[in-house]
């Protein structure tokens, strides 16, 4: 049995860090495993122009340990009005690495979204021209349809259309919760990718309701019935290099998480890696991590690889049941609270 792996760093394809006191203590955790990350804009105003990006990037890096090397690689909220010449002057200065498109209303601070596909046309066709890729939540936000069919729907009605339009744009359809997508994503063209999430890798809807209902396991997408939750697995371990890592690590306070409108969202940063490497194994497939966890994510968006190595060791890894947060009253749940882990990462090495 193995005992010790070694991988070159690796990326986080899509995290939220917050702002403010909780960017304190969240970007440490993210900075400790990988890299760099694709940092999500979906604050409170969300990060919608090259100024804005610029300083959170800088609140970032204010936020971390000196010399942790870690690289933020900042993102641009699209809503229905920015200006195309924006988001190509941000990519063009290198502030900006991609544009996340959130449905108006799909998900926490959502609702400066985009609420038809067809306002943002001109900012898409820029997108294709340059090489800028599109993130997408793809989720339909009609209430007509059952919440747990929405990522399948959003595929039919908005992403398989889109692609049409734009055979040219690179497009990441993040944290796929479902067989469909990752079906739609194996037979779609090269420009397509997914991000997997270590939760949708471990969690099924049951744990939602599991003795009671269990708001750490609450997230958007939400996760889906088993078989879902096996093909992903599949997914992901296939070698295929069209998934790779997206922890959509998304904290909220306990308190935010156990009230009557408990907010979406699973904080799984402070034991990312160690999450994916428990299902490589189960898996039989830890051979495969690298090319998922650190090469899939950095050739599809055309950047270099990390040149650094991670250790992980096969030792028993207990889980605390809270993070410390920015204040007494704000703790946070990790994902896989509780509970022990069978790796550890040992050594971050940076280069
Ligand atoms: O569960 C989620 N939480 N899904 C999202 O899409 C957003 C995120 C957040 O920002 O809390
Ligand atoms: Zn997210």
Known sequence: MRKELSLRT???????????????VVAP???????RAIVMPNLRPPISSVAAAAAYRQRILQALPSGSGFEPLMTAYLTDNIAPA????????????AAKLYPAGATTNSDAGVTAIDRIEPVLAVMERIGMPLLIHGEVTDPEIDIFDREAVFIERVLEPLL????????????????????????????LAATI??????????????GGLRPDFYCLPV?????????????????????????????????AKESACGCAGIFNAPFAIESYVEVFDQENALERLEGFASEFGPRFYGLPLNQGRITL??????????????ANDQALVPFHAGTTLNWQLVRRQTG
């Open 164 to 191: 049409g339009r734009h055979p040219g744009l690179k497009v990441v359809l993040e944290h796929i919760t479902t067989s469909d997508a990752a079906d739609f994503v194996r037979s779609g063209p090269p420009t």
């Open 29 to 35: 955790a993210t900075a400790a495993q990988f890299a």
């Open 313 to 326: 060791v096969r030792e028993p890894q207990p889980v605390p049941a809270l993070v410390e947060g920015p």
């Open 197 to 210: 999430t270590p939760h949708h890798l471990h969690i099924n809807r049951n744990a939602l309701f599991a």
């Open 223 to 255: 996760a889906k019935r088993e078989l879902h939750r096996l093909a992903l697995r599949a997914a992901a371990t296939s070698g295929n290099p069209r998934y790779f890592l997206g922890t959509d690590s998304a904290p909220h306070s306990r308190a």
């Open 86 to 97: 924006e988001i190509e002057r941000g990519f063009v200065e290198r502030v900006w690495t």
């Open 10 to 24: 690796p990326d986080d394809w899509h995290v939220h860090l917050r702002d403010g006191d909780l960017l304190t």
